[in-house]
């Protein structure tokens, strides 16, 4: 720093700094937080005083609210005028206050945050609680200091006889800091302070006993006692706050949700209307009206339902999407010993009753002081009265009042106090009546000040006197708690019923990828037009409910979950939604494969078989698929697929307690076969790749794996449109990883390739439906078709050169038939 004349250099951090740091300090100290020993910030102190030094008290008539913020802002607090009427309303408004410290003539806001009126309108006193805010003031019990203008004094903190912080709580925020204190009831506190008073190394517990928890002024019911423990231990906590609601039947079946209560601080014109949002919306379903019939009377909310309306599981979807219940937590911080603190149940108690102990040192020196003095003036009157005719002839003689004030101080040693009251003491005093009041006045004084003394002396009887006012305060002012506590949280599960209609619909998934739910009357009005494109074709078509889940598995080893009231819907003769338009990072050529209805996803039972193209194979929990938060954009991994040609050729779901007897079956392209016990697949995780199904030769694939028993059989269609089937025990079972046998017989010209196999029964065979690369389709019936061996072609079932070559198969639909 380079100092030149007047002029400082000074860098720009410094500076900032320096500066911000000033303002931090003066937002801190002077603004945003309470102090911990009356529990005002300094707006609310100035509001009180000035009020109070205008005699604007409980016994008086009501003002101008404007006279008011007029005072303060002129003598005291040299902000705007809106802030401090904001402050002023605040103080009176019995749903934000416990105990109010301001009463108020004309609208000073409501619980729907409406507005105050403006300051001209309204008219503001004191409330009586305020009064002992403020009584003793003139005692010099407390620090005064000079205004902004050094015009007057204020003080920096009220007597404050009742502990406000917490009846009253604080909120405010400031830099670096922020406080969320709570109401509390004032008996409740008060018993506290006694029994800390009585018990200076009191437990937390010991306290909890008689402060249970906060007392929200707009009731409701409190969940976590152990929040409300952590808050006043360290004055950190999270409870939950829930309003107090009713289900009452009315007539016809119907029934009605009640609230008398709602969470401290919620806006209830705002909840009422977020609830009737809800209700057009649709997002719960049997809620037919919601009515705010709130009057002088107490508040009231009333949800009407219908007839059969789930009222238990409505008001749990409410508690849980509006502010019907809210979090609220603590953050206890105050200004302790001029700095901010966060602090706990008993240091705030603590703090409190040092102050009051301040306070009552301080009052009864000054009450002593003035006693004393009394006693002295009276000892003076009693002894002039005694030498009457002297004190009388004295004062004749003299000149004027000095001399004669003089003049008795050397002729009968009386103090010049004492002189000046003997010189201006009225004729009518001077009758014996007076000199027995005056007697009896010196020994009143003289046990005031023997008690004064006593209470200076003995800290007992300090406590004494501060336990007796703190007791009559608690009798003056005391209320019925409000608010109910609950130890525990009660656990909100949202039932589906409530916010999902219970509806049948039929849904469609195509192999193209398109989605859609249809209305039953909607399909059944369409008849056979499903709205797909030529080449395109239905892989699931069924009637499901709007409870239900569907799970939708891809070639490229994706699965995509869709509560099935979640699809979009559609008329059955529209195509549809694709996939691609939710689901983000899907290939070009992925198809669907499969479709999984589930009841639930709670409870996902079973393993998932997948097989890849590329001979890799393994087992998958079903509950590895469970939906996640990012569902309605991302898909779930399946299988991890090590090449970019490679697909999913298998996909069977088991029952994970029932694998004896099943056998992994595998067709390759090249017409090779392999058969091995299911319990050789191990399970691993959804996004890994698996363990080596089969061996392929070079530039051959896995066409189609299956899980089978000995009694099924397998059907397969080779790219020459041949078709045969056979036991599977013409495979002989094996191990995992080897190459298997022929399963058609290798021709030298134009060798047979199979292009799909299927796992089908041996007694009551599936119709099949075989596809070809021109969109053609052909039903077979296995049982029109001899049973064939190993080394067999089968029979020639497809014109390749007029169809095109197969290229899947599946089992046939048949055609959606509702009742």
Do not use: C
Not at 115 to 139: C, H, I, V
Request: glycine fraction near 6%.
């Amino acid at each position: 720093m380079v100092e030149v004349g007047n002029i400082q250099e000074l860098s720009l951090e410094a500076v900032m700094g320096d500066r911000f740091g000033r303002y931090s300090k003066y937002i801190i100290q002077e603004r945003a937080l309470p102090d911990i020993r009356d529990g005002l910030k300094p707006v609310q102190r100035r509001i009180l005083y000035a009020m109070n030094k205008d005699g604007n008290t409980y016994d008086k008539q009501f003002r101008k609210s404007a006279k008011s913020v007029g005072n303060v802002m002129g003598n005291f607090h040299p902000h705007g005028d809106s802030s401090i009427y904001e402050a002023l309303v605040r103080m009176s408004q019995d749903w934000k206050l416990r105990a109010p410290l301001i009463e108020m003539h004309g609208n000073n806001g409501s619980i729907d945050n409406d507005p105050p009126a403006a300051m001209r309108y309204t008219e503001a006193r004191l409330s009586k609680l305020a009064g002992e805010m403020l009584r003793d003031l003139e005692k010099d019990t407390v620090e005064m200091v000079l205004n902004f203008d050094d015009t007057e004094y204020e003080p920096t903190v009220l007597p404050a006889h009742f502990p406000n912080l917490l009846v009253n709580g604080a909120t405010g925020i400031s830099a670096g800091y922020a406080t969320d204190i709570p109401p509390h009831n004032l008996g409740e506190v008060i018993d506290a302070l006694v029994y800390l008073l009585a018990h200076p190394k009191a437990s937390l517990d010991d306290l909890m006993q008689f402060v249970v928890g906060p007392d929200f002024p707009t009731g409701g019911i409190i969940q976590g006692a152990d929040g409300i423990r952590s808050a006043y231990e360290n004055g950190r906590g999270r409870i939950i706050v829930r309003s107090k609601t009713e289900i009452k039947p009315l007539k016809g079946g119907k029934s009605q949700i009640e609230i008398s209560e709602i969470p401290y601080e919620v806006n209830k014109a705002a909840l009422v209307k977020k609830i009737d949002e809800i209700r057009l919306n649709k997002d719960v379903a049997g809620i037919t009206e919601v009515r705010d019939e709130s009057d002088r009377e107490g508040l009231s909310i009333a949800i009407e339902l219908n007839k059969d309306a789930n009222a238990e599981g409505i008001l749990a979807y409410l508690f849980k999407k509006t502010d019907l219940q809210v979090t609220y937590n603590f953050n206890m911080v105050a200004i302790h010993n001029k700095r901010p603190e966060r602090v706990g149940l008993k240091t705030a108690l603590e703090a409190f009753l040092e102050h009051q102990v301040e306070i009552i040192t301080k009052r009864t020196q000054f009450d002593l002081k003035k006693a004393q003095d009394r006693q002295h003036i009276v000892t003076g009157l009693i002894k002039a009265l005694s030498i009457l005719d002297e004190v009388i002839a004295t004062i004749r003689g003299s000149k004027d009042r000095k001399d004669a004030k003089q003049n008795l101080i050397d002729s009968y040693d009386f103090t010049e106090p004492q002189a000046e009251a003997i010189v201006m003491l009225q004729l009518y005093r001077l009758t014996n009546t007076d000199v027995t009041q005056l007697q009896a006045e010196f020994e009143d004084l003289a046990n005031k000040i023997a008690n004064y003394n006593e209470i200076l002396s003995d800290p007992k009887a300090l406590r004494k006197v501060l336990k007796a006012e703190l007791q009559a305060i608690k009798k003056e002012y005391n209320t019925p708690r409000r608010t109910s506590i609950e130890a525990e949280v009660q656990e909100l599960k949202i039932d589906q019923t409530v916010t999902v209609a219970d509806e049948d619909v039929v849904m469609l998934v195509s192999r193209a990828g398109y989605v859609k739910r249809a209305s039953v009357r909607s399909y059944t009005a369409s008849g056979d037009e499903n709205g797909l494109r030529d080449d395109d074709e239905p892989v699931f078509v069924e009637k499901v409910n709007t409870l239900q889940h569907a799970f939708i598995f891809t070639n490229k080893g994706n699965v995509i979950y869709r509560p099935v009231h979640e699809l979009p819907e559609f008329k059955w003769k529209d195509a549809g939604e694709h996939l691609s338009q939710t689901i983000t990072g899907l290939a070009n050529d992925e198809v669907v494969i499969d479709v999984r209805i589930m009841s639930s996803v709670d409870n996902m039972a079973g393993e998932w078989v997948v097989a890849t193209s590329d001979g890799l194979i393994k087992r998958t929990p079903f509950a590895d698929l469970a939906p996640r938060s990012t569902y309605k954009k991302k898909a779930t991994m399946l299988i991890k697929l090590k090449s970019d040609d490679a697909t999913v050729v298998g996909l069977e779901l088991i029952d994970d307690k029932k694998l004896v007897g099943k056998s992994v079956v595998l067709a390759s392209e090249n017409a090779m076969g392999l058969r091995y016990s299911l319990d050789e697949v191990p399970t691993t995780g959804n996004r890994t790749a698996g363990v080596k199904a089969m061996n392929l030769e070079a530039g051959d694939r896995v066409v189609k794996m299956a899980v089978a028993t000995d009694k099924q059989a397998i059907a397969v269609v080779s790219n020459r449109g041949a078709f045969k089937w056979m036991p599977v025990t013409e495979i002989s079972a094996t191990s995992r990883g080897r190459k298997g046998v022929a399963i058609m017989r290798e021709l030298k010209k134009d060798p047979h390739r199979i292009a799909a196999m299927m796992v089908v029964d041996v007694h009551e065979p599936t119709p099949l439906t075989v596809m070809t690369d021109r969109d053609k389709q052909f039903d077979i019936s296995p049982k029109d078709h001899p049973m064939g061996q190993r080394y067999s072609n089968g029979s020639f079932i497809i014109d390749v050169e007029a169809a095109g070559t197969p290229v899947r198969m599946h089992a046939y639909v048949q055609p959606l038939v509702l009742n």
